[in-house]
């Protein structure tokens, strides 16, 4: 037999059922086309039996949610009432109800950390202190109006309401064994870890983004480190210092070693500079001053020595062929130029090597370069040693575009 909507279906005593409203799709037909809608019908529907127990555990919850704001109604106006001869009411009343909301506090945190033994015994352990507290705080306002019988009573509002949290709670609590425990706790332990370790990821990702954005100093470093990763480590000399001019990167050509010639002879009252190696034409005592040649060649006027500080004032170094020479470019202290003065290059020799290295480099890529040839050294002063480099990089271009 074909069971309709007007027909309930075969049902057993016991069974609860109920009419319900549903809706189903009807379809017509004529002259072969069919047309379809939705009608609304009534038919019944078999209920499930009564969840008595759900039924009470939800009855226990809301008898305990009552029996908290009664609770926590009373422990507020007893201590607003006990503090209230040194605060404002306001402030008392509102200082009472932490006492309630502590042990709450501590109560939630217990079940959250029901599997875990240690933690779970914490949370419980600090929520009988803060139940501790405010029942004698109920005790002492008692005490102090002299009544101390209703002190006692009303302090016993909090610790009916922590205990019928307990019991509720107490449905849920399971007692693992240990195997199972310790597979949670691990299972726990890998999630955490992989939660913190993508947090720290996007702090750092934030904080990257943000230095990016602040300034060319963000990009000079990259710069640095990545020109550092490509550049093989410097062995220290026999002094135990490591050399002023880096080995040249991968891929880069070596810069051909210049032939020593004659030049403009350095002041005789300056001692020449002591070098680790002195020059192979005139090999001279490092204190001895160099006597003047037998040519009459006029003496190169004295120039006042780079120096490599946060002044920038290593950009008065003479430029190539301005030295009063043969065309060839020496260094304000007569060393010929395959032989590098002892401490950091200056600011514009590092900057006429970089160049020549490569000039389509950026002024963040030229900075980096310059600093790495220095040996690290700006002289303090991060700012104002990126400054000098680019102004000192425009100068010695535009020289280039005039000269050409």
């Not at 009470?56 to 009373?74: E, N, Y």
């Not at 009303?154 to 922590?162: N, Q, Y």
């Not at 490599?308 to 301005?322: D, F, N, R």
Request: charged residues 20%; proline residues 11%; neutral net charge.
């Amino acid at each position: 037999m074909t069971e309709t909507p007007e027909t309930p279906p075969t049902w057993q005593p016991g069974m609860r059922r109920k009419r319900v409203r549903v809706e189903r799709p009807e379809t017509t037909v004529i002259d072969g086309r069919p047309s379809t809608r939705m009608v609304t019908v009534e038919e019944w529907v078999t209920l499930p039996p009564r969840d008595w127990d759900e039924i009470i555990r939800r009855g226990a919850i809301g008898v305990a949610v009552s029996v908290t704001l009664l609770a926590a109604a009373g422990t507020t106006a007893s201590v607003g009432g006990l503090l209230g001869r040194m605060l404002h009411p306001g402030v008392a009343y509102a200082v009472g109800a932490v006492f309630t909301s502590s042990w709450l506090v501590c109560l939630g945190i217990e079940h959250i950390e029901r599997v875990d033994v240690t933690r779970a015994a914490r949370a419980r352990n600090a929520g009988w202190v803060m139940l501790l507290i405010g029942m004698g705080a109920v005790i002492t306002y008692g005490h102090e109006i002299n009544e101390l019988p209703a002190g006692v009573v009303g302090s016993c509002l909090d610790l009916a309401a922590k205990g019928l949290w307990w019991l509720i709670m107490g449905l849920d609590r399971v007692q693992l064994d240990a195997g199972v425990a310790h597979w949670v706790a691990e299972q726990e332990q890998h999630m955490a870890g992989r939660f913190l370790l993508g947090t720290r990821l996007a702090r750092l990702n934030r904080r990257a983004v943000q230095m990016r954005a602040s300034g060319p100093e963000f990009q000079a470093a990259e710069a640095i480190l990545a020109q550092a990763a490509h550049q093989p480590q410097q062995l220290p000399d026999a002094s135990g210092q490591a050399p002023a001019v880096s080995a040249p990167v991968s891929g880069q050509a070596p810069a051909p070693a210049a032939v020593p010639v004659s030049g403009p002879v350095p002041d005789p009252s300056r001692p020449a500079p002591s070098t680790p190696t002195p020059p192979p034409a005139e090999p001279t005592p490092p204190t001895a001053p160099v006597p003047p040649p037998a040519a009459p060649v006029p003496p190169a006027p004295p120039v006042t020595p780079a120096v490599t500080g946060a002044s920038g004032s290593s950009e008065q170094q003479a430029e190539p062929g301005q030295g009063g020479g043969q065309g060839n470019e020496q260094d304000q202290t007569g060393t010929p130029p395959n032989l590098q003065p002892v401490g950091p290059l200056s600011i514009a020799a590092a900057v006429r090597q970089a160049r020549s290295e490569d000039p389509d480099q950026t002024d963040a890529q030229m900075v980096a370069r310059v600093l790495m040839l220095r040996g690290g050294d700006d002289g303090g002063d991060r700012v104002k040693f990126t400054d000098t480099v680019t102004r000192t990089r425009r100068r010695q271009e535009a020289k280039e575009r005039k000269a050409s």
